[in-house]
Every structure is written in structure tokens, then in C-alpha cells.
């Protein structure tokens, strides 16, 4: 499959967590890759301890075939509009890793340009790690702009060097991967998930009962039911469970997450939709984040983190950095 798609000159700008797995996957996927970044940047030092050549924003996408934006999303209208649109080369592709400013029309891209969308699902260190060991995190692709008459192969050909066609590659549009991306972090996998946590440690606490036994059994088990899930879903978490937990699960499951709960699950997904999500989220992001720095300190400040920090430190393999392969030997020394 990939031996006839184009192997463009790629430029990632920004190495954070999706720019240095990207970068890492396709140089090794035989890609002629540059990193763009600005000097003295907190991740340059990073990149070119990777090998990489690294020049400014400008210069790295001035002969760049394909020019990846891997930059915080709030962040790449200004650097589209000062930096990426004036110096890219006639033809090129500009290629997002979420359709947020695309698709709410912050950018608009320059009608010469292919504007294609390949979105791994997994953060960065995922899509390195499973890379590493001949796996693949699944990912999606679309087309907003197609010039060329070839984006689709171009978009192709880099899921294909991050490593996602050994998992699975889906098309999809602009639309329908940033609505769900958002909806996904939003009401289940972050804002869903944590709440749920801290909601349930809350509970248990305000009984009285032992902070480290409510850590244990509404953080730290989460992971193995988790991972049952992953492994063969909600089927695979009910073969592994007991019959009480089974009975427990049926019976006050639905009594937690109700109805009411998938209504907000709706509105949420309605301000998503509508743009209000998208527009508050600049207008805080222009004011400074005050609210977004207050929220993040008091989640950072909750209860539960205090006793997970002395519970984890006990777990010695925790400390050994996951996305190294020798885990086993930093966890011992
Ligand atoms: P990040 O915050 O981890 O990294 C951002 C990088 O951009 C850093 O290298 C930073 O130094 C650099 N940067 C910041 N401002 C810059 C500027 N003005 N000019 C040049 N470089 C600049 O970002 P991330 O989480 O990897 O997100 C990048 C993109 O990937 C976003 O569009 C995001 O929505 C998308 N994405 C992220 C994830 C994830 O798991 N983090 C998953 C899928 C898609
Ligand atoms: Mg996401």
C-alpha cells in the first residue's frame, strides 16, 4: 500500500506531544522530516537532541512539501496567518492533527493548498510507543481542500508513517472528527472521567471512611477496568467481574449515570456544535485563562491527588517512565 503513495518533504511544526511522535515515526517511516520551531522555544532543545534539523517556523516550511501544524490549536491562527500562509510553497499541504480552527473558520486556507487532516487516537506518547514496538495507534483522516487532486494520498501516506495502518485508518471529515474529539474529551474521557472519580472518592470520604481504601477503589481500579474494555469491551469487563459486582453494576449503574446526565451529555454536545464551546474557549484564552489556570489548580488541589501522590509512591514500577522500553531496569535501580 504505501510503496505508491507520494513521499513528500515534511515540515512538523511545534514538538510537544503529538509533534515529537510524529516526527520520530515518520523520519523512521523513511520521511525527509525538518522540525519548525521558535528559537529558545521550551521543546527546540528537545528536538535536536532527537537529531533533528531545526529552524525557525518560516524557514522550515519554505520548501516543505507537506507542512504538519502541530502546535497548541490556539496558537495556529496567528502562526497560520503571520507565518505558515506567506512563506509555504505554492501547491503544498497544510495538515492539522484536529480540525478545530479549520472547521470553525479561524483559518482559512490559502486556495492553493491541500488542507488534509490526520488525527491519531491516542496522545503522543502512545503513538510513539506503539510505533516503536511494530504496533500502531488507530487514526482518522479527511479532506478539507483537495487542489491537488491527490490529498487524500497525501494524508494517507502520512497515517501510514505514524504507524496507523498497522491498526486501522478511517476516513472521516473536518466536522465529524472535531465535534466528536471535542465531545469525546469533554463528557467521557477528561471532563467525564475525572469528575466521575472525584464525585465517587467525595462520596466515600464524606462517609467517613479511609481516603487511602477510596483512592485505591475509585482511581486505582479504574485502570483494570479499563483495560478490560480496551481488551474486549464492556463484554470482557463482565466475564472478569463477579456476579455481586454484575448485579451491582445493573441495578445502580443507571441510577448514577441517568438520563438527566445524557440530556447534558446533549447540551454539551449542542454547544459544541453551535460553536459556543469553540467561542468562549478563545475568549479565554484571550483573557489570560484566568478561569482555565483557577480550575486547574483546584483540580491539582483536590483531595484525592494528596493520597494518591503518597499511595503511587509505594508502587515503585509507577515511577520507571512508561514510554521507555526498559522499564524494568529503571524500576529496580
Ligand atoms: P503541545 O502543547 O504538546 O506542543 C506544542 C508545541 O508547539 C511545543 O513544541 C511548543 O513549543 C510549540 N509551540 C507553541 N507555540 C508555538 C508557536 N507560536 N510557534 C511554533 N511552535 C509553537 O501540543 P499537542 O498536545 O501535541 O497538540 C498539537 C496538536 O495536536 C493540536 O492541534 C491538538 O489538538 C492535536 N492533538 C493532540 C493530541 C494529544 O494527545 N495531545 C491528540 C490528538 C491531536
Ligand atoms: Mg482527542
Given at each position: 500500500?504505501?510503496?505508491?503513495?507520494?513521499?513528500?518533504?515534511?515540515?512538523?511544526?511545534?514538538y510537544?506531544?503529538?509533534?515529537?511522535?510524529?516526527a520520530?515515526?515518520?523520519?523512521?517511516?523513511?520521511?525527509?522530516?525538518?522540525?519548525?520551531?521558535?528559537?529558545?522555544?521550551?521543546t527546540?532543545s528537545?528536538?535536536?537532541?532527537?537529531?533533528?534539523?531545526?529552524k525557525?517556523?518560516a524557514?522550515?516550511?519554505?520548501?516543505?512539501?507537506?507542512?504538519a501544524?502541530?502546535?497548541p490549536?490556539?496558537v495556529?491562527?496567528?502562526?497560520?496567518n503571520?507565518?505558515?500562509?506567506?512563506n509555504?510553497?505554492?501547491?503544498?499541504?497544510?495538515?492539522?492533527?484536529?480540525?478545530?480552527?479549520?472547521?470553525?473558520?479561524?483559518?482559512?486556507?490559502?486556495?492553493d493548498?491541500?488542507v488534509?487532516?490526520?488525527?491519531?487516537?491516542?496522545?503522543?506518547?502512545?503513538?510513539?510507543?506503539?510505533y516503536?514496538?511494530?504496533?500502531?495507534?488507530?487514526?482518522?483522516?479527511?479532506?478539507y481542500?483537495?487542489?491537488?487532486?491527490?490529498?487524500e494520498q497525501?494524508?494517507?501516506?502520512?497515517?501510514?508513517?505514524?504507524?496507523?495502518?498497522?491498526?486501522?485508518?478511517?476516513?472521516?471529515?473536518?466536522?465529524?472528527e472535531?465535534e466528536?474529539?471535542?465531545?469525546?474529551?469533554?463528557?467521557?474521557?477528561?471532563?467525564?472521567?475525572?469528575?466521575?472519580?472525584q464525585?465517587?472518592?467525595?462520596?466515600?470520604?464524606?462517609?467517613g471512611?479511609?481516603?487511602?481504601?477510596?483512592?485505591?477503589?475509585?482511581?486505582?481500579?479504574?485502570k483494570l477496568?479499563?483495560d478490560?474494555?480496551?481488551?474486549?469491551?464492556i463484554t470482557?469487563?463482565l466475564?472478569?467481574?463477579?456476579?455481586t459486582?454484575?448485579?451491582g453494576?445493573?441495578v445502580?449503574?443507571p441510577?448514577?449515570?441517568?438520563?438527566?446526565?445524557?440530556?447534558?451529555?446533549?447540551?454539551?454536545?449542542?454547544?459544541?456544535?453551535?460553536?459556543?464551546?469553540?467561542?468562549n474557549?478563545v475568549?479565554?484564552?484571550?483573557?489570560?485563562?484566568?478561569?482555565?489556570?483557577?480550575?486547574q489548580q483546584?483540580?491539582?488541589?483536590?483531595?484525592i491527588?494528596?493520597v494518591?501522590?503518597?499511595?503511587?509512591?509505594?508502587?515503585?514500577?509507577?515511577?520507571?517512565?512508561?514510554?521507555?522500553?526498559?522499564?524494568?531496569?529503571?524500576?529496580?535501580a
Amino acid at each position: 500500500m504505501t510503496s505508491n503513495l507520494p513521499q513528500p518533504k515534511i515540515a512538523v511544526v511545534g514538538y510537544g506531544s503529538q509533534g515529537r511522535a510524529h516526527a520520530l515515526n515518520l523520519r523512521e517511516s523513511g520521511f525527509d522530516v525538518v522540525v519548525g520551531l521558535r528559537a529558545g522555544g521550551p521543546t527546540e532543545s528537545k528536538a535536536k537532541a532527537d537529531g533533528f534539523v531545526v529552524k525557525s517556523p518560516a524557514d522550515a516550511v519554505k520548501d516543505a512539501d507537506l507542512v504538519a501544524v502541530l502546535t497548541p490549536d490556539m496558537v495556529q491562527k496567528k502562526l497560520y496567518n503571520e507565518v505558515l500562509a506567506p512563506n509555504m510553497k505554492q501547491g503544498a499541504v497544510l495538515l492539522f492533527a484536529h480540525g478545530l480552527n479549520v472547521h470553525f473558520g479561524m483559518i482559512e486556507p490559502r486556495a492553493d493548498l491541500d488542507v488534509v487532516l490526520v488525527a491519531p487516537k491516542g496522545p503522543g506518547a502512545l503513538v510513539r510507543r506503539e510505533y516503536e514496538i511494530g504496533r500502531g495507534v488507530p487514526c482518522i483522516y479527511a479532506v478539507y481542500q483537495d487542489k491537488s487532486g491527490k490529498a487524500e494520498q497525501y494524508a494517507l501516506a502520512y497515517a501510514a508513517g505514524l504507524g496507523g495502518a498497522r491498526a486501522n485508518i478511517i476516513k472521516t471529515t473536518f466536522k465529524e472528527e472535531t465535534e466528536t474529539d471535542l465531545f469525546g474529551e469533554q463528557a467521557v474521557l477528561c471532563g467525564g472521567a475525572s469528575s466521575l472519580v472525584q464525585a465517587g472518592f467525595e462520596t466515600l470520604v464524606e462517609a467517613g471512611y479511609q481516603p487511602e481504601i477510596a483512592y485505591y477503589e475509585v482511581l486505582h481500579e479504574l485502570k483494570l477496568i479499563v483495560d478490560l474494555f480496551y481488551e474486549g469491551g464492556i463484554t470482557r469487563m463482565l466475564e472478569f467481574i463477579s456476579e455481586t459486582a454484575q448485579y451491582g453494576d445493573f441495578v445502580s449503574g443507571p441510577r448514577v449515570i441517568d438520563a438527566s446526565v445524557k440530556a447534558r451529555m446533549k447540551d454539551v454536545l449542542t454547544d459544541i456544535q453551535n460553536g459556543t464551546f469553540t467561542k468562549n474557549w478563545v475568549a479565554e484564552y484571550e483573557a489570560g485563562l484566568p478561569n482555565y489556570k483557577k480550575w486547574q489548580q483546584a483540580d491539582k488541589d483536590h483531595a484525592i491527588e494528596k493520597v494518591g501522590q503518597q499511595l503511587r509512591a509505594k508502587m515503585v514500577w509507577l515511577q520507571a517512565n512508561a514510554s521507555q522500553p526498559d522499564t524494568d531496569e529503571q524500576a529496580a535501580a
